[in-house]
């Protein structure tokens, strides 16, 4: 593998997965917080920060923020990430982000001001009151993949580390940075920029304590219906593209993608990515071996 791997970690960056959750409408319901949380949320929110909400997307601008905030030198704090932010003059941005891009917003001042606003009202009104915990549990799993990291081959590192990915080294790739994040799970959130690829990957944590662990059971149920037992049965064979597994199904795409998001979330599948696309799955018998082990733990 021709590329360096790095587990990093910040409050800010959850702080940003938790707008990206909020603003990610269409997936709530896959979410494990649901989309009660984020009613629950949005009662707590002003109505200029619910407006600014809606009014932003999670195209290309959203992706830059994820890059600047990526390339901010000093960002131990949320307030040190808002402070550089705020102060970043607009010729910096250009420099900050030209090493990776060449399309930038049109209006870059326009554009810091309205990010800024969201990242410190969004951290004032919801992130601040619920993140130590959060980001200690997250914290605490980076600086264990790290000590892993270093005695491990890269790719199965990076296989176990997001349950089951696989990054092809195209594109230039040079530089992957692996960020574990709790909002989003069970899915995942990839950036590609050229020879930088940030990964903000679920990190199986929770900040509740359960008699079942949630990430066993949902392992449980993606098994739950005969057409995702047969997907699983047909990449026993090696790696297939989407078109392929939905061909040898017999069912509708739709539904082909549900099951492959089930099974992938619960570590089942293998998924092979370039840039930002998945190519191809394979079965991932890791994760069925880790599903016995934690079921016999359990039951025992």
């Known amino acids: 593998m021709e590329y360096e791997v790095e587990v990093q970690f910040e409050p800010v960056f959850e702080l940003v997965c938790s707008i990206h959750t909020f603003i990610c409408k269409k997936s709530n319901k896959k979410m494990d917080l649901g989309a009660s949380w984020s009613a629950d949320v949005a009662g707590r929110l002003s109505p200029e920060l619910l407006s600014a909400l809606d009014e932003t997307d999670l195209g ?12 901010c030198p000093v960002k131990e704090s949320v307030d040190q ?34 990010m ?14 619920c993140s130590p915990e959060i980001s200690g549990r997250l914290l605490q799993h980076a600086n264990e993949r790290r000590l892993e990291l ?18 092809l080294p195209v594109d230039g790739l040079r530089k ?9 799970q ?7 920029f050229g020879p930088l690829t940030i990964c903000h990957y679920a990190a199986r944590v929770s900040v509740t304590d359960e008699e079942i662990s949630p990430f066993m059971y949902r392992t449980l149920r993606s098994l739950g219906e005969k057409s995702r037992l047969k997907i699983l049965q047909s990449l026993g064979g090696g790696r297939r593209t989407f078109t392929e597994i939905a061909k040898q199904a017999g069912i509708s795409k739709g539904i082909v993608h549900d099951h492959i998001f089930s099974l992938r979330c619960a570590g089942l599948l293998n998924a092979y990515i370039e ?26």
């Open 150 to 167: 270093d005695r491990s081959a890269v790719s199965d590192f990076v296989n176990r580390t997001t349950n089951g990915f696989y990054f």
């Open 60 to 71: 290309n601008d959203w992706k830059l923020l994820n890059l600047l905030i990526h390339q």
């Open 275 to 300: 840039g930002e696309n998945v190519t191809a799955y394979s079965l991932r018998l890791e994760g069925i071996h880790r599903m016995n082990e934690q079921l016999f733990e359990y039951l025992k």
């Open 116 to 129: 800024h606003f969201l990242l410190s009202e969004w951290n004032r009104q919801y992130f601040r009151d």
């Open 186 to 192: 069970p899915a995942n959130i990839i950036y590609s």
């Open 81 to 114: 990430v808002l402070e550089w932010l705020e102060h970043l003059p607009v010729g910096e941005m250009y420099e900050t982000l030209a090493e990776y891009v060449s399309v930038f917003p049109v209006q870059m001042d326009q554009f810091r001001s309205r």
């Open 176 to 184: 992957l940075v692996l960020i574990p994040q709790f909002h989003f």
